[in-house]
């Protein structure tokens, strides 16, 4: 394989960080409840929620590297193409 970098443009940056300022936010608010002594249950729903959360963003991050290494630039090469599935395999665990 190559060592090449899976390339990512600057407006996917952009948009996976702005998801992660909100789970960052969502984290924050468990704590609060916590702090406040909030029932079991509802803090299980945000985290689970979080969980989801955080999920949905390694989801995003996969496809925006499979797309922008596979379909910019022209044919992709071997070494690329097992990149990017370990990549998607990595992001299903």
């Known amino acids: 394989m190559t060592d ?3 390339p990512l443009s600057t407006q996917a940056r952009t948009d996976l960080a702005m998801r992660l ?3 960052e936010g969502q984290v924050r608010g468990v704590q609060r409840m ?6 079991c249950t509802d803090i299980l729903t945000q985290l689970n929620a979080i969980k989801a959360a955080v999920s949905s963003v390694g989801t995003a991050l996969a496809e925006r590297c499979a797309h922008e290494a596979l379909c910019d630039g022209g044919s992709p ?5 097992e990149r990017v599935l370990a990549l998607l395999r990595a992001s299903r665990s």
């Open 4 to 6: 090449r970098l899976l």
């Open 21 to 23: 300022v909100r789970i």
């Open 77 to 81: 090469q071997p070494p690329d193409v």
């Open 34 to 39: 916590l702090a406040d002594g909030r029932d």
